[in-house]
């Protein structure tokens, strides 16, 4: 009875493995499908609507497409030499502060990845700060979502606050991962644009979707001082979650994919929860 059930149990465990690869070839073909039908990507297209949970294999698996073009990125904090870059230095303090989080804490961050022993502001740490830990600062990018954890003061409230708002994306070097001015909320825009006022933000999101850069920022004085590279009306990061339940055994995962033309290149997979229901 018990290898009988140990039997099951590994067979639900693989189709729940199967299911998360079906939802991931569902979301690529979504992305390619519309990537060959617009040049913008904006919250009505039809890859933004969360997928119901669908029968397969006496399973259901469950679907959902994000764009990460809306966040700011924690890589692009420092540059590939590992210096800090002190435009996105300011957009994140300023993001943590309209999330409800201390500023301090972009400190700690920018001391675990730049290169130098050097802490910046009162609240940075270099290796010292980390004498009861059984690691140093890495002096460099982030690989993971789930490093933040390492960081002084990252604790699992602070990430769930941030994880709608900021994303960790490998970086190709020298580029900035662009915002994208049709998806991006309140919070990141405002802390993209330092003269942006909350009317402001309210109106440029009530004329979405815009075609072009261009087209977004016409006539608002807000805009100036901002890089037009860093900005966007597309997104080529995309992060999909999938939830496959098959008998006993469910299987949470999180893929960031990366799209150009209508190629998308897996980055990164996470396993956010594993084992049986």
């Known amino acids: 009875m018990v290898s ?85 230095y300011g ?32 609240s940075g740490g270099e290796d010292s700060s980390y004498i009861d830990k059984p690691y140093r600062v890495k002096n460099g990018r982030l690989d993971r979502w789930s490093e933040l954890a390492m960081i002084h003061g990252f604790t699992r409230d602070v990430m769930n606050k941030l994880a709608t708002v900021v994303v960790v994306r490998p970086v190709p070097q020298g580029d900035m991962t662009p915002i994208n001015l049709n998806t991006a909320d309140v919070n990141v825009l405002r802390a993209v644009f330092p ?36 900005l966007s009306v597309t997104s080529d990061l995309f992060i999909v979650r999938t939830d496959a339940r098959f008998g006993r055994a469910q299987l949470r995962e999180e893929y960031m994919l990366m799209r150009q033309a209508n190629m998308l290149t897996l980055l990164s997979r996470e396993r956010l929860s594993w084992g049986d229901m």
């Open 4 to 88: 009988l059930r140990r039997a099951e149990n590994m067979q639900d465990a693989i189709r729940a493995q199967q299911g998360s690869r079906s939802a991931l070839a569902l979301a690529v073909k979504a992305l390619r499908q519309d990537a060959a039908r617009t040049s913008i990507d904006e919250p009505g297209e039809l890859w933004a609507s969360p997928v119901p949970p669908f029968t397969i294999d006496q399973g259901s698996v469950a679907l959902v497409i994000t764009d990460a073009n809306r966040r700011l990125n924690l890589n692009d904090l420092v540059n590939d030499q590992g210096k800090l870059q002190m435009d996105v």
């Open 91 to 122: 957009r994140l303090r300023r993001l943590f502060v309209r999330t409800g989080l201390d500023a301090g804490l972009v400190e700690a961050l920018a001391d675990w990845m730049d290169a130098d022993d050097r802490p910046v502001g009162a």
């Open 195 to 230: 003269s942006m006022k909350p009317a402001d933000a309210d109106a440029l999101i009530a004329g979405r979707p815009y075609q072009s850069t261009s087209e977004a920022l016409a006539n608002r004085s807000w805009s100036t001082g901002v890089n037009p590279a860093d």
